[in-house]
T-cell receptor, first 112, second 113 residues
Framework: DVKVTQSSRYLVKRTGEKVFLECVQD?????MFWYRQDPGLGLRLIYFSYDVKMKEKGDIPEGYSVSREKKERFSLILESASTNQTSMYLCASTRRRVETQYFGPGTRLLVL | KQEVTQIPAALSVPEGENLVLNCSFT??????LQWFRQDPGKGLTSLLL?????REQTSGRLNASLDKSSGRSTLYIAASQPGDSATYLCAVPLMDSSYKLIFGSGTRLLVRP
């Protein structure tokens, strides 16, 4: 059974803190994604990675960075958290474009 | 530019009813179309993936159809149950190297006991 896990379900951070969100998949997928989901705005792609140490910007990369040192792990980093980064963060992975994207359970981040 | 639209935004039906959710997309050049379910506060669960060469895909009480030429897909849910209550999203991948999914805004379904 396929599985994508995220390090936290809920996080509360202060403005200016550095925040790490981790995503791990056990399916040996090459492609991994970070989305954020906000009411009225839907899902928006932040970054994606198609191989180890490779990364590409999505639609809204500002204020975020990513790291993919191992195939199974894709980390999203908020260098200096701001209140407008309060959101639901969703990680996904897929082997190929013609296959299903599998999503993790999400991390709800609140920045105070 | 690919855009995905889902109508209606919300739907409330009595238990046992058969229902259809709609998804439309502007660019008919797609690899596939994916239907997801999202429960409140949770991640997305993949329901069905229908390839561009397919007309239908079935899983249990769910049936997804695809009409590329008209830019439409439907998700048919037979004999709805309260446990089907969730938001249903459709998505298509961009036809470039990004593998990025373009999502509709979803249909929020409530099945009343």
């Amino acid at each position: 059974d396929v599985k994508v896990t995220q390090s936290s379900r809920y996080l509360v951070k202060r403005t200016g803190e550095k925040v790490f969100l981790e995503c791990v998949q056990d399916m040996d997928h090459e492609n991994m994604f970070w989305y954020r989901q906000d009411p009225g705005l839907g899902l928006r792609l932040i970054y994606f990675s198609y191989d180890v140490k490779m990364k590409e910007k999505g639609d809204i990369p500002e204020g975020y960075s990513v790291s993919r040192e191992k195939k199974e792990r894709f980390s999203l980093i908020l260098e200096s958290a701001s209140t407008n980064q309060t959101s639901m963060y969703l990680c996904a992975s897929t082997r190929r474009r013609v296959e299903t994207q599998y999503f993790g359970p999400g991390t709800r981040l609140l920045v105070l | 530019k690919q855009e995905v639209t889902q109508i209606p935004a919300a739907l409330s039906v009595p238990e046992g009813e058969n229902l259809v959710l709609n998804c439309s997309f502007t660019d008919s050049a797609i690899y596939n179309l994916q239907w997801f379910r999202q429960d409140p506060g949770k991640g997305l669960t993949s329901l069905l993936l229908i390839q561009s060469s397919q007309r239908e895909q079935t899983s249990g009480r769910l049936n997804a159809s695809l009409d590329k030429s008209s830019g439409r897909s439907t998700l048919y849910i037979a004999a709805s149950q309260p446990g089907d209550s969730a938001t249903y999203l459709c998505a298509v991948p961009l036809m470039d190297s990004s593998y990025k999914l373009i999502f509709g805004s979803g249909t929020r379904l409530l099945v009343r006991p």
